[in-house]
């Protein structure tokens, strides 16, 4: 199952820089570990805004879960999912 997933990232401007720098590194390793598994196909910045669009590869709306709230940024994420489905025009 494909969902369009948008994410807004807000970490606070009062949290430790090191801390964030930790943080920033436990998300990018878990989104390349995603990557590499297939789970998480596209991964796009949207230009001027610290947010992405994101396609995620999974195999329910459960596993879409736990996949997102493991984000090391879950508490920091304003996110937005949209369920795809197949378009009748679209060449195979
Ligand atoms: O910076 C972002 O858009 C949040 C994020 C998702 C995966 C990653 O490494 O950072």
Request: aromatic residues 10%; charged residues 25%.
């Amino acid at each position: 199952m494909l969902f369009h997933v948008r994410m807004d990232v807000q970490i606070p401007a009062t949290l430790d820089p090191g801390a964030r720098a930790d943080l920033v590194a436990r998300e990018k390793a878990y989104a390349q570990q995603l990557q590499r598994a297939g789970k998480w196909p596209h991964l796009w910045r949207i230009a001027g805004e610290y947010a992405n669009f994101s396609v995620f590869d999974v195999e329910s709306n459960d596993e879409l879960h736990d996949v997102l709230s493991a984000l090391p940024l879950f508490p920091y994420l304003d996110i937005t999912v949209t369920a795809l489905a197949r378009h009748p025009s679209k060449v195979e």
